[in-house]
């Protein structure tokens, strides 16, 4: 089954970049999805598609992906961006939904 | 405007059945792909199971056999059936829309998410 693997942690000083990586096998040749999950709430879709963003969501949200390794962008940190924050594919040869492991954002 | 509600979880003890529900509004469930996707307490997210508009399904492998998912399309709800239930299937369990496309499937809208606990 096909594997996606996120840093467990990353910090921030508010203002700065936060970048969180999804890796997989050959990540680039298929369509990644970024979700935010806050604390006692359901995830909230941030990006789509590699790197469109839906309606509401802030343009410091940007996301990138080549090779093996897909990114989320988070520009000028702010302290309502600290959350866990989920990768996802669609694996077409399992007809499988794929979420990777998550990374807690924590901003300093 | 979108709605997803979920109900129907609770204690249930190891073995035994539970069936969830979604009631959706704003949209069509059975002009869409509609999933489930649970997170034990603690943990990551992980997908359990998918409708398509067409009627077929798909399931984890951790769930495959034992739960079922299915829509009542008069009642624009979506429900998973769990039976021969496990410690490891604590968890929440949320219903999201899914959006596909040519070479992709991603959820734009989840609901609140409803708890399910087993043990004795």
């Known amino acids: 089954s096909y594997v996606l693997t996120q840093p467990p942690s990353v910090s921030v000083a508010p203002g700065k970049t936060a970048r969180i990586t999804c890796g997989g096998n050959?990540?680039?040749?298929?369509?990644v999805h970024w979700y935010q999950q806050k604390p006692g709430q359901a995830p909230v879709l941030v990006v789509y598609d590699d790197s469109d963003r839906p309606s509401g969501i802030p343009e410091r949200f940007s996301g990138s992906n080549s090779g093996n390794t897909a990114t989320l962008t988070i520009s000028r940190v702010e302290a309502g961006d600290e959350a866990d924050y989920y990768c996802q594919v669609w694996d077409s040869s399992s007809d499988h939904y794929v979420f990777g492991t998550g990374t807690k954002v924590t901003v300093l | 405007e979108v709605q997803l509600v979920e109900s129907g979880g609770g204690l249930v003890q190891p073995g035994g059945s539970l069936r969830l529900s979604c009631a959706a509004s704003?949209?069509?469930?059975?002009?869409?792909?509609m999933s489930w996707v649970r997170q034990a307490p603690g943990k990551g997210l992980e997908w359990v199971s998918v409708?398509?508009?067409?009627?077929?399904?798909y399931y984890a492998d951790s769930v495959k056999g034992r739960f079922t998912i299915s829509r009542d399309n008069s009642k624009n709800t979506l429900y998973l059936q769990m039976n021969s239930l496990r410690a490891e299937d604590t968890a929440v369990y949320y219903c999201?829309?899914?959006?596909?496309?040519?070479?992709?499937?991603?959820?734009?809208?989840w609901g609140q998410g409803t708890l399910v606990t087993v043990s004795s």
């Open positions: 050959n990540i680039g040749s298929k369509s």
């Open positions: 999201a829309r899914d959006v596909s496309g040519s070479s992709f499937y991603y959820f734009d809208y």
């Open positions: 409708i398509y508009s067409g009627g077929s399904t």
């Open positions: 704003g949209f069509t469930v059975s002009s869409n792909y």
